[in-house]
């Protein structure tokens, strides 16, 4: 029984356990984004996050459990991401770019969600991480075609094919080197132009011509 009575754990000791659990699974994410599923070692994990295998055992007891709990978190970043983008009171082409180019951000510099985009694939079995984006981005450009902002001859479901292939490419590309050398405004000016060449590229709408104003600055 705690100190004060209640059978409780004290306030201070939960919080160095979720923040060993924190810590733990930052690890696993950054030993799958490097290693992948099939050579994960756990006392790899261990040694990354400060501390002992017995305490990775402690919070984790199977390796399943680890993972299971890995998968949630990023998939849940990742479902986060699309529900901000999805209310966005914009038309259905630029819906569905500004949603592009923000899993594409957040595979760059978020390990957790990395991670658990290279888990659904290398896991028999494991969720499919595009089920928590591709439906919506598909209605986007269903709802884009219905607009007329779609050239004639490109399909809805092509280009949401050509989406999950540019997000997938993105994530292999960034396994085991995070953002790297590349700050973030970089990357987003390089995820746009990623976006730009494909949404635009089959769109019935010219994009945007630069702020003249902005050459000047």
């Not at 409780?8 to 930052?26: C, F, I, N, V, W």
């Not at 396994?175 to 060449?197: I, K, S």
Request: glycine content about 8%; aromatic content about 4%.
């Amino acid at each position: 029984m705690a100190p004060d009575g209640t059978g409780r754990r004290p306030a201070k000791q939960q919080e160095r356990s979720l923040l060993t659990r924190g810590a733990l699974l930052d690890a696993t994410a950054r030993e799958i984004d490097r290693h992948g599923y099939g050579s994960m070692v756990m006392h790899r994990i261990a040694r990354e996050a400060g501390v002992t295998t017995g305490a990775l055992t402690f919070h984790f007891p199977t390796k399943g459990q680890l993972l299971a709990e890995l998968g949630e978190l990023g998939l849940a970043r990742v479902e986060e991401r699309v529900s901000e983008v999805a209310e966005l009171p914009v038309t259905p082409l630029r819906r569905a770019h500004l949603l592009l180019l923000a899993l594409l951000e957040l595979l760059h510099r978020d390990v957790v969600a990395r991670a658990a985009v290279r888990l659904s694939s290398e896991i028999p079995g494991a969720d499919d991480w595009s089920d928590s984006w591709l439906r919506p981005v598909r209605e986007m450009f269903r709802s884009a075609g219905e607009e007329g902002q779609l050239r004639a001859g490109v399909t809805p479901e092509a280009v949401a094919q050509m989406a999950l292939r540019l997000a997938a490419g993105t994530e292999v590309h960034a396994r085991g080197d995070g953002a790297g050398p590349e700050d973030a405004e970089a990357a987003r000016v390089r995820f746009t132009q990623f976006c730009d060449l494909l949404l635009y590229g089959i769109s019935a709408i010219r994009p945007p011509e630069p702020d003249p104003a902005s050459k000047n600055t």
